[in-house]
């Protein structure tokens, strides 16, 4: 039956693709890719040959409906971006959305995406997080930080080798240089990393070593008082009797 797949590529390691990410990619009348130079080299380690047409952010407005058409018609279409899941800080979410405004069934495989490696291996509670991906560059980015500042579940950030010591220092500015944080880079590539420590002290890290990779940084949820632990506290003992 025709309908939209989002399909999960791996975020670095080739060996990541699942099974069922090869069979969906080679049963598909076609693929939609971020960047079909980068989809191009996966399909080639795969030995898959299959149709590549351009989806990204400057082009997803004016592709998303003729997409939806083509899967009204019959067609079977993939979508990948070059790296992780579609839609989780990439082109994906306006086609989706489209294709389920148009009754258009949509299918998503499980698979690689960066935030949970690194929340999982950061050591801070991950039953519960707030993943805020890329945060504004400009316009909006303090404020966003400032609205943060009292989240109590781990909060992740995608970030870029070029901002993320401008990124490391002003967490540090607003939530405090005290508290405690992990930045991941390259996962499941040859050179990953994780760093764990205060903000003070990751931020000396890369100031002195060179950001290098794709970065995930981590943030610890801003600690309770100890006023609301011990009514927490209390709230629980209830319950078990």
Do not use: W
């Amino acid at each position: 039956m025709s309908k939209l797949y989002i399909v999960p590529t791996p975020i670095g390691n080739l060996d990541d693709i699942t099974l069922r990410a090869i069979k969906t990619l080679e049963a598909a009348d076609y693929i939609l890719a971020e960047d079909t130079r980068t989809t191009s080299f996966l399909l080639k380690h795969l030995g898959i040959e299959k149709k590549l047409y351009s989806h990204h952010k400057f082009n997803e407005h004016a592709t998303a409906a003729s997409v939806a058409e083509a899967i009204g018609e019959g067609r079977t279409v993939a979508l990948v971006s070059d790296a992780g899941t579609p839609g989780i800080s990439d082109p994906g979410f306006l086609l989706v959305r489209t294709c389920v405004e148009a009754g258009i069934e949509v299918e998503t495989l499980p698979g690689a995406t960066a935030l949970i490696p690194a929340l999982v291996q950061s050591g801070f509670p991950c039953d519960r997080f707030c993943f805020e991906g890329f945060l504004p560059q400009k316009k909006g980015r303090t404020k966003r930080l400032q609205e943060l500042a009292q989240e109590s579940r781990s909060i992740i950030f995608y970030e870029s080798p070029f901002r993320v010591v401008k990124c490391l220092e002003q967490l540090g500015e607003i939530f405090g240089q005290e508290r405690k944080v992990s930045v991941s880079r390259e996962l499941t590539k040859k050179f990953e990393q994780t760093v764990r420590g205060t903000i003070a002290e990751v931020t000396e890290h890369f100031r002195e070593h060179e950001p290098k990779g794709e970065f995930v940084i981590v943030v610890a949820g801003c600690p309770k008082p100890e006023k609301e632990r011990k009514k927490n506290r209390y709230a629980n003992d209830e319950d078990e009797d």
